[in-house]
């Protein structure tokens, strides 16, 4: 018998997600603005689907949000996805359909800044206990767990700082120190950063992936989005924790995550060719102490970005000489033509902001008192950014 042939990742952007039921011949599943969802008989009215495969009432799902969670499972590799209204919210309810007054997290420090002050500010109200590990923690994690952790959260490459863990190595003690205290605890793992495009999470028996897809799946600055990629014993448990909290994901912001994902490949392979020579430069620059990229061979996370992914983001930091005062940055950023500072990134555009590192995290970096800037390559020409960027140098 014939095995189906696996689709190359670019096919399943280009076609998945666009069901005949939904798109009535459209290449384009339409947005469905509603909120009501009528029924043709009683019996259809009673059936309560406990699986939501099916859209009942606006809050529980859509033909888009169906639309878009099916073609980020294919991709992913994922058992099913669930789309919200911004990546806080994935994180949000991907967390909390696992804590409870009394259970523990471990936390890399790495992670995006409001996912710490989560725990920090609003689950810590409740009872949850929590402790933040190191970005590039090893084999010593199994000394940090305790009988009540529930979940492991995890993201690499680290927001603003960039480490990479060895990830298999890292999940292999998650899994061996669950299976002596007795149960199994569930590991998330924001892949923001690289996308199932450049990191597989569901190859390395990671349970949930979180996708903060205002980002690259959007890709043009206009819609706030999110999703959180499901193993089979994690999707009903997060999906009732979005159910529970009004957590839903609007249809035109789905339409345009349909959208962005047909060229979500081209446009993040472009980005990181672009991200690579403007990397290469920023690192002959003598006013930078450091360029915090992993795909740069110099990087001290090089090797396990290279056994780990197969591409990247263009997302970048760079460390600079020394501490500079805000009238200083001020010739820095307010003169540049074609960096733009904006929160997010992922989009289109490039963006350069500074970074600010909370006092308390903890780093493998010595110069976190420099001054960080923040760099996000878009799908300008490098060149000219190159150019934005050396005059941004000179008058600072």
Not at 126 to 140: K, L, M, Q
Not at 248 to 255: F, L, W
Not at 288 to 310: A, D, G, I, M, R
Not at 360 to 370: G, T, V
Request: proline share 4%.
């Amino acid at each position: 018998m014939n095995k189906k042939k696996k689709k190359n990742s670019r096919t399943i952007l280009a076609h998945s997600g666009r069901s005949e039921d939904y798109a009535r011949g459209a290449v384009n599943i339409p947005p469905y603005r509603s909120s009501t969802v009528l029924f043709k008989t009683l019996q259809e009215y009673k059936d309560w689907d406990h699986e939501y495969a099916t859209y009942r009432y606006g809050r529980l799902g859509s033909p888009n949000s169906l639309a878009l969670e099916e073609a980020y499972t294919e991709l992913s590799g994922a058992y099913r996805s669930i789309a919200t209204n911004s990546g806080m919210s994935a994180i949000n309810i991907a967390i909390s359909a696992f804590m409870e007054s009394g259970s523990h997290a471990l936390i890399t420090e790495g992670a995006y800044e409001p996912t710490a002050e989560l725990f920090s500010g609003h689950l810590s109200k409740f009872g949850v206990e929590y402790d933040f590990i190191s970005p590039t923690i090893g084999e010593e994690i199994i000394d940090l767990i305790k009988p009540n952790t529930k979940i492991i959260y995890l993201e690499a490459p680290s927001s603003n700082t960039f480490e990479v863990l060895d990830v298999k190595r890292v999940i292999d003690a998650i899994r061996k120190k669950s299976k002596e205290i007795g149960h199994e605890i569930v590991i998330l793992f924001d892949n923001t950063w690289a996308g199932p495009l450049y990191f597989r999470t569901f190859e390395y028996d990671i349970d949930v992936e979180i996708q903060a897809a205002t980002k690259y799946v959007v890709g043009h600055s206009d819609a706030m989005l999110g999703i959180v990629a499901c193993n089979e014993k994690t999707y009903l448990k997060i999906k009732n924790s979005a159910r529970n909290q009004g957590i839903c994901a609007e249809p035109d912001a789905c339409y345009l995550g349909l959208r962005g994902l047909r060229t979500m490949a081209v446009r993040m392979e472009a980005q990181f060719e672009s991200a690579m020579q403007i990397a290469n430069w920023l690192d002959s620059n003598p006013m930078v102490e450091k360029v915090l990229f992993p795909p740069l061979p110099n990087s001290e996370h090089y090797e396990n970005w290279k056994k780990y992914f197969t591409g990247g983001g263009s997302l970048m930091s760079v460390i600079l000489d020394k501490k500079y005062e805000d009238e200083d940055l001020e010739k820095y950023f307010d003169g540049m033509g074609i960096f733009s500072m904006g929160y997010s990134w992922g989009g289109f555009e490039s963006l350069a902001t500074p970074v600010r590192i909370q006092k308390e995290r903890k780093s493998s970096l010595d110069q976190l008192k420099n001054t960080i800037v923040r760099i996000h390559v878009g799908l300008e020409d490098p060149e000219d950014l190159i150019s934005d960027l050396d005059s941004a140098f000179k008058r600072l």
